[in-house]
């Protein structure tokens, strides 16, 4: 498989065209960004650790029944996806309230949810992606109500799998964003990264974040953190 021209450069990836129309390859890369882009900065090999913690939890879930993007890991920054159209939403899933559900609802960080929170943000970079209920995905039409009801099932067993995977490695999964795509036939499966980008990892006994909040706040120790997930998930 030939990399391609550039198709795209986001904020943590890059994504090349391939020989075949219906597969991409992603590039991991170092930078790291919070606030919707106003902190910079670079996290060194996070770019391998997001990209192999991403194939490995995504080789899991797909043995768990849930359709993925994942085609093949080429080496530890690169990957070949299902080219998909993605769905304009960001998926959020929480178990303890940190972060934004804290803040906005006056519940101190660990405070365990009743119920499992799904949130959903519309993608849109110059709007800050604002959140949105599933009235406002209808009437924008950024998924139909059958769609999202897939998008909802998948978002909760993941969740459920991950939660208790992860606690096998001493890892409380607080929450984390998850981004669907459409393929070709319509099919829908999850896309982008499952990683310390994009969750929040939680060590179950000390409580320590195991993930980008480390970069996010300020607090240090964000490149020993992410190496340390590799090491619970993939024994290394
Ligand atoms: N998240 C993400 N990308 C975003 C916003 C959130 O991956 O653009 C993840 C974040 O890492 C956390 C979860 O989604 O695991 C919930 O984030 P929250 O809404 O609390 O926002 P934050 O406090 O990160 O701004």
């Not at 991991?28 to 910079?40: I, L, P, V």
């Not at 080789?59 to 080496?75: F, Y």
């Not at 159209?85 to 101190?108: D, F, Y």
């Amino acid at each position: 498989m030939t990399k391609g021209k550039l198709l795209y450069e986001g904020k943590a990836k890059k994504v090349f065209e391939t020989d075949d129309p219906n597969v991409l390859l992603v590039a991991y890369k170092d930078d790291a960004t919070a606030f919707n882009g106003e902190k910079r900065g670079t996290i060194k090999d996070k770019g391998e650790v997001n990209n192999r913690v991403t194939n490995f939890l995504m080789r899991k879930l797909e043995q768990e029944g849930i359709p993925t993007h994942l085609v093949e890991e080429l080496s530890p920054r690169e990957t070949l996806v299902k080219r998909v159209k993605i769905i304009p939403l960001e998926v959020v899933v929480r178990n303890i309230a940190a972060g934004s559900l804290s803040k906005r609802l006056g519940l101190p960080e660990g405070t365990p949810l009743a119920k499992t929170v799904l949130e959903y943000s519309y993608k849109n970079d110059a709007l800050g992606d604002p959140m949105v209920n599933e009235y406002h995905i209808a009437a924008m039409g950024l998924a139909t109500p059958e769609e999202l009801r897939t998008i909802a099932d998948y978002a909760l067993r993941i969740d459920d799998f991950l939660r208790g995977y992860l606690k096998d490695a001493g890892i409380d999964l607080i929450d984390f964003k998850l981004e669907f795509g459409k393929t070709a036939d319509g099919t829908i499966v999850l896309a982008d990264e499952i990683s310390p980008d994009t969750c929040r990892f939680w060590d179950s006994k000390t409580k320590a974040h195991l993930d980008k909040d480390l970069f996010r706040r300020d607090l240090g120790g964000a490149e020993e953190a992410y190496q340390e997930v590799v090491r619970r998930l993939m024994g290394e």
